[in-house]
């Protein structure tokens, strides 16, 4: 699944506009995201030698959470509202609300880069994929999905085998490319949005039987 002329051409006036604007890349894809995708958008942490941003010696997760009195970038931001308040919090990692427009389910990325192989062949709808430096892969799916996996591994036959799976779901945020995770480097694409997948994301139990295999095997 790829842009259309159309979507090509708005991504293009964004990226355009934003350089215009001396704006970051970060600055960038905020505005894809709002503008584009429908996501909204927060600004989050960053770490460096262990240390947060946020400023507190206890951070529980440096460099991997939204900051405190940043606000949200709703969905339907303009251009220049997003790089302008964007503007105001430089440094900041792109950070993506899950439970709004999409959960996520979460695997290892090796089970996921194979996983996403096998959709792909199968030609099953699928929306965005991210990979993180931390080794873990996000599949994004539709709202609501998180809360289904149990009784859809349930239903699946997976309810009694350990995997290493997780939906993510309401009060969870990721972080999004091209911003850096936790100071280990940066969230890179598998899948990139595209305008007729990311709006509407997939359900989870499209993808749930495959990934579950995929991440089953990835133990044995």
Known sequence: MGFTIGSSRAMRDIRTGARRRGRSSEGGAVAAFTGLWGWDVVPGAR????????????????????????????AGTTLNEATGVWAGFPGAAVMLPVGRAFDVIEVAEAAGRRALVRLERMGLPLGPVTAGPDGRAHFFVSPGSAAELPELLYRMGWDDAFLDLHGLGPG???????????????????????????PKPPPARLLLGTLAYVAHRSRA
């Open 172 to 198: 969870t945020f990721i972080t999004a490319p091209p911003s850096d995770r936790a100071g280990l480097g940066p969230v890179r694409w598998l899948r990139s949005p595209a305008l007729d997948a990311a």
């Open 47 to 74: 770490a460096a030698a262990g240390a947060c941003s946020c400023g507190r010696a206890d951070c529980p997760a440096p460099g991997a959470h939204p900051l405190a009195f940043a606000p949200t970038i709703p």
